[in-house]
């Protein structure tokens, strides 16, 4: 589940970036990974969409 993983990941840095940076730092953050948070999404739907399909 390496979608999985790259969204705790995210998580993980926007949490670090809020609490240490405050939310403009979290929000400049949350530009930044947003492809990476949507790579992930996409390689999670699909996993479960896969699974799911006879």
Excluded: E, H
């Excluded at 589940?1 to 809020?18: K, W």
């Excluded at 730092?25 to 996993?47: D, E, T």
């Amino acid at each position: 589940m390496l979608g999985a993983g790259g969204i705790g990941l995210a998580l993980i840095l926007l949490g670090g970036l809020a609490i240490s940076g405050g939310a403009l730092w979290a929000g400049f953050g949350l530009a930044l990974m947003l492809p990476m948070i949507a790579g992930s999404v996409y390689l999670c739907v699909r996993f479960l969409r896969s699974r799911s399909s006879p």
